[in-house]
């Protein structure tokens, strides 16, 4: 991507299926990482795997280079703490304050990173976390336009919620189970295309990526399978 972008809110979440074999989630290959703009629906990251820190790498890889092409931007997930970690480790400055010691590492100026703590945590023992919380440092110039209620990740939540519908690979059932990652990854591709140049959204009625100004017109199925790859 090319392009250049004012703002935008991006807001991450995963989700699993079974992958060849019925194994615990936590040892399931087929976890799948969503990034999606909450403006336009349009999904930047759809990469599936282990649940562990080179799925994540992947996903903030993506967000680190939106990072570069975006005055102000703002990932927002769900309780999980490792996008915010990883994106720091990638998209950090140091803070030069002129003052005397070493300086502070911060988030690069516009770069936000958000959480929200779900789930009651009366039976946790020692300091509560808040249920909104900034993860990583701000830089000082940074100005956060979300408020608490907007901190939320419902968009791709509800996203996820319609593959199990669409896509059998992720109904976790005997015979419809994902058979192998490459498969699944290979499915997620075709799901992506679809959804981001071929399908209006219900709810923005227009194709993603004509509502972000990716393109300027929706995609055909006969344009998209005579396009020449370069």
């Known amino acids: 991507m090319a392009h250049t972008f004012i703002q935008s809110v991006i807001e991450g979440d995963e989700f699993y299926t079974k992958v060849q074999k019925n194994v615990p989630p936590e040892e399931s290959s087929g976890w799948t990482i969503v ?24 996903a903030i890889k993506t967000l680190a280079e ?33 003052m ?64 199990r519908r669409k896509c ?14 490459t498969g699944l990854q290979r499915v997620l591709n075709v799901y992506w295309v679809v959804h981001n140049f071929l399908r209006v959204h219900f709810t923005t009625k227009e194709v993603p990526a004509v509502s972000l100004g990716v393109i300027e017109c929706k995609t055909t199925p006969e344009s998209l399978f005579s396009a020449q790859y370069i």
């Open 35 to 58: 990034l999606m703009d909450r403006a336009s629906r349009f999904i930047w990251e759809m990469s599936c795997g282990k649940k562990g820190r080179s799925l994540f790498e992947k």
């Open 66 to 98: 939106l990072v570069n092409q975006t005055e102000d931007i703002t990932l927002l997930t769900d309780g999980e703490r490792r996008y915010g970690k990883i994106l720091f480790e990638i998209c950090h400055e140091l803070l030069q304050t002129g």
């Open 100 to 163: 005397r010691g070493r300086p502070r590492k911060v988030l690069k100026k516009g770069v936000t990173v958000r959480v929200k703590n779900k789930g009651s945590q009366a039976h946790k023992k020692g300091r509560k976390r808040p249920k909104y919380q900034t993860t990583c440092p701000q830089h000082p110039e940074t100005t956060s336009h979300i408020t608490d209620k907007e901190t939320h990740a419902n968009h791709v939540e509800a996203n996820n919620s319609a593959m």
């Open 168 to 181: 059998s690979a992720y109904r976790r059932k005997t015979n419809t189970y994902a058979k192998s990652e």
